[in-house]
């Protein structure tokens, strides 16, 4: 136990392992005795194996995948809106961390909606846009986009600036220097902003699926609370946070195929 408080300490892999499947299997033991007191009804907590059920229901039902439509759906939008933030998200931040005057131009446009309330946006992108599809991916978008582009600018001004002057004297130009210098050494760093991306857009997929969505999992939810199923409410929620951290587990372990020089560290 002595390098109990040690953040350099790297646990072995059974290790690591044991410790995450004993959370979950404590928090499912939590659930299951409150499920079997009574102290907590189940129209607001059903039993985890009526979520289980409702699972299985939801998998297969009358040959049909009502999960399985809703999941290829939402995972459609999130890709679509991904593409969008990687495309504009990283070329914008990338300028603002290179050039101190595109800094000091977009800066006070793109700060402040960090810390701002996206989903206040979302009636004005009702009334902009719709109810169609523009709409869900726009939400999507900015949602992700207002954290990219500032975590994008902070990687760039992160690398030391030996880089830039070791390139300058090697006679690369200016944004030579930034091009094969600076940005190869933020990349990892990019790549976590990425991964930022994807989670916040995992986070806003059902409220971006609240409005007049035929299909996806934020509808699904939607349509299991109007008829008070809240076992379905649960399994659409359980599946949700299991593709977000898979879609983090496969993006962290792409960034280590790619950088890891800076992942071994």
Same mark, same amino acid.
């Given at each position: ?23 979950? $299997?404590? @928090?499912?033991?939590?659930?299951? &005795? !409150?499920?079997?007191?009574? #102290? %907590?009804? /189940?129209?607001?907590? =059903? ?22 439509? $809703?999941? @290829?759906?939402?995972?459609?939008? &999130? !890709?679509?809106?991904?593409? #969008? %933030?990687? /495309?504009?998200?990283? =070329? ?36 902009? #846009? ?136």
């Amino acid at each position: 136990m002595s390098d109990f408080w040690n953040p350099y300490a790297a646990l072995a892999a059974p290790q690591r392992r044991l410790l995450g499947v004993g959370a979950v $299997a404590a @928090l499912l033991l939590l659930w299951s &005795l !409150l499920a079997v007191s009574g #102290l %907590v009804s /189940a129209t607001k907590l =059903p039993a985890p194996w009526d979520v289980l059920a409702a699972l299985a229901y939801l998998g297969w039902h009358e040959g049909q995948s009502m999960l399985l439509t $809703a999941t @290829l759906w939402s995972v459609g939008r &999130l !890709l679509v809106a991904g593409a #969008l %933030v990687i /495309a504009i998200g990283i =070329p914008v931040g990338i300028a603002m961390g290179a050039a101190p005057r595109v800094n000091a131009l977009l800066s006070p446009l793109v700060d402040p909606f960090r810390s701002a309330p996206v989903v206040a946006l979302l009636p004005i992108l009702v009334m902009w #846009l719709g109810i169609g599809e523009t709409m869900k991916i726009a939400f999507l978008f900015i949602g992700a986009v207002v954290y990219l582009i500032p975590m994008v600018r902070d990687a760039i001004q992160a690398v030391p600036q030996s880089y830039w002057i070791g390139a300058r004297d090697l006679g690369a130009t200016p944004w030579e220097c930034v091009q094969r210098a600076v940005i190869p050494m933020a990349m990892p760093r990019i790549a976590d902003a990425v991964i930022v991306g994807f989670s916040v857009m995992w986070t806003y997929i059902t409220v971006a699926e609240y409005v007049n969505a035929r299909q996806g999992l934020g509808q699904l939810i939607q349509n299991a609370r109007r008829f008070s199923a809240w076992d379905q409410v649960f399994a659409g929620i359980i599946v949700i946070i299991a593709l977000a951290l898979a879609t983090y587990q496969f993006m962290v372990w792409l960034k280590r195929r790619l950088y890891p020089w800076e992942t071994e560290q």
